[in-house]
């Protein structure tokens, strides 16, 4: 079963920068878009970034001018790269892909934006 494995994340001060990564344990077909969600604590899920399969991009307003998603298919990995973040970031972050028939999930990493 195709699996998603997120590393990267952790605890980063407020205005530094990290980097999240997203591998599938095989290569995915008929991909539709590729996502990062956040959850952070009493609130629900958010989509914070897309790439489609045609390579256009979506953000979250919050996040616009500080996140880039971007995806290497020979790798089979999709990335998330945070700049000045913010204690408003503080979550857990999901990978997610969606193809024609089924949807992936991440099993989630925890970035914390703390002084």
């Known amino acids: 079963q195709e699996q998603l494995v997120e590393s990267g994340g952790g605890l980063v001060q407020p205005g530094g920068s990290l980097r999240l990564s997203c591998a599938a344990s095989?290569?995915?077909?008929?991909?539709?878009?590729m996502n990062w969600y956040r959850q952070a604590p009493g609130k629900q899920r958010e989509l914070v970034a897309q790439i489609t399969s045609h390579g256009s991009t979506y953000y979250t307003n919050s996040v616009k001018g500080r996140f880039t998603i971007s995806a290497d298919n020979a790798k089979n990995t999709m990335y998330l790269q945070m700049n000045n973040l913010k204690p408003d970031d503080t979550a857990v972050y999901y990978c997610?892909?969606?193809?024609?028939?089924?949807?992936?999930w991440g099993q989630g990493t925890q970035v914390t934006v703390s002084s």
């Open positions: 095989e290569t995915i077909s008929n991909i539709y878009t």
């Open positions: 997610n892909v969606g193809t024609t028939l089924n949807t992936y």
